[in-house]
Antibody
């Protein structure tokens, strides 16, 4: 059974660094790509970046300078780190898996975590 | 970056009504277009991928079509459980979402 679950601090102070973990089950990170998507309260969805099964990464150009995605395949965990947080980074952060089929740099998001709300405030 | 424009932003329809939601890309996205449904307080749920492929377990009243820059999600007979916000997503280049259509019952 495919599962993804995000975890991290609910509250981060402005200018600090956000660290989130996506723990997966039911599949291997050496076979599937995992994406991060965020959603500010009451607003739309924003794709943040992906870590491919190969370990390569690609980021949203608007976040690239602040964002890093990595993984520990032995622990089935994907990590997101984003620095210089501001209040506009307040959002629910989701991780999602794509089918990772040949020929697709970006696949559809068939599986999502439940999301974790991060509030940026002093 | 590819911009995705969804219309309408808000839609009110009656149970049993046929509903059509639109998504327009700023350039050709070669049918790499998905539709997601998000209910209040929940994670998005995949409905349709690659323009017209129904995801596993999704009712057949949902269908998708389109090509080039213009894409459509159709609900053939609206049900109460379809009340949600619907987002399109293009994956021709790095993924970008539309702003969403909020669907409510009349």
């Amino acid at each position: 059974q495919v599962q993804l679950k995000e975890s991290g601090p609910g509250l981060v102070q402005p200018s600090q660094t956000l660290s989130l973990t996506c723990t997966v089950a039911g599949f291997s990170l050496t076979s599937y790509n995992v994406h991060w998507v965020r959603q500010p309260p009451g607003k739309g969805l924003e794709w943040m970046g992906v870590i491919w099964n190969t370990g390569g990464t690609r980021y949203n150009s608007a976040l690239k300078s602040r964002l890093s995605i990595s993984k520990d395949t032995s622990k089935s965990q994907v990590f997101l780190k984003m620095n210089s947080l501001q209040t506009e980074d307040t959002a629910t952060y989701y991780c999602a898996r794509d089918p990772s089929l040949p020929g697709y740099n970006y696949g559809w998001f068939a599986y999502w975590g439940q999301g974790t709300l991060v509030t940026v405030s002093s | 970056d590819i911009q995705m424009t969804q219309s309408p932003s808000f839609l009110s329809a009656s149970v049993g009504e046929r509903v059509t939601l639109s998504c327009k890309a700023s350039q050709n996205i070669n049918k790499y277009l998905d539709w997601y449904q998000q209910k209040l307080g929940e994670a998005p749920k995949l409905l349709i991928y690659n323009t017209n492929n129904l995801h596993t377990g999704i009712p057949s009243r949902f269908s998708g079509s389109g090509s080039g820059t213009d894409y459509t999600l159709t609900i053939s007979s609206l049900q109460p459980e379809d009340v949600a916000t619907y987002f399109c997503l293009q994956r021709n280049s790095w993924p970008t979402f539309g702003a969403g259509t909020k669907l409510e019952l009349k």
